[in-house]
């Protein structure tokens, strides 16, 4: 009974969520356009979540133990507000140094710094807040082999091209 209570206290926290959400979009629509000339055509706004485009190394890739960081770049600059890159080993443990940041040159890019890492499954996570204020998370795969055992077919090809996965947090 308490889990069938708890669960619907999440729905109806996510209903609230999301309807404060359409609600605050509709607000802001409607200051967009009241503020355009009368009789000119108002363009149409649309907002976006940040959207993953690569990874380094790729998702469900792999990398050799002396990588040195961890990268993800999404289709637009996203703000410094909340941008972060954290690496887990399988054990659940944190192995990247803590510096994630965004590329001052390319604000679309985040990185974070790693020691060298043993061999094995590590998952990178990230998050970060689009230009539109939606925050947008989710994870990415990647296994760690010894520099001796990557062949040539199974070498880190450089970043991944992801296409159109989106982080989530909608």
């Not at 607000?27 to 380094?56: C, D, K, Q, W, Y």
């Not at 925050?135 to 040539?152: I, M, Q, T, Y």
């Amino acid at each position: 009974m308490c889990r069938a209570r708890r669960r619907a206290s999440i729905r109806a926290a996510a209903i609230l969520l999301t309807l404060s959400q359409s609600a605050a979009h509709a607000s802001f629509e409607s200051r967009s356009a009241s503020a355009a000339p009368p009789n000119r055509a108002r363009p149409l706004r649309v907002l976006a979540h940040a959207i993953v485009v690569r990874t380094s190394p790729a998702q469900d890739g792999t990398a050799s133990e002396n990588i040195g960081k961890i990268e993800v770049w999404y289709d637009a600059g996203i703000r410094d507000d909340f941008a972060a890159l954290a690496v887990i080993s399988a054990a659940g443990e944190r192995v990247d140094k803590r510096d994630a940041a965004i590329d001052s040159a390319d604000p679309s890019h985040v990185s974070v710094s790693v020691n060298v890492l043993t061999p094995g499954k590590y998952k990178a996570r990230y998050r970060a807040m689009s230009a539109d204020g939606h925050l947008v998370s989710g994870a990415w795969d990647f296994e760690v082999r010894p520099k001796e055992r990557l062949s040539r077919d199974t070498r880190e090809r450089g970043p991944s091209s992801w296409g159109r996965i989106v982080g989530g947090g909608d």
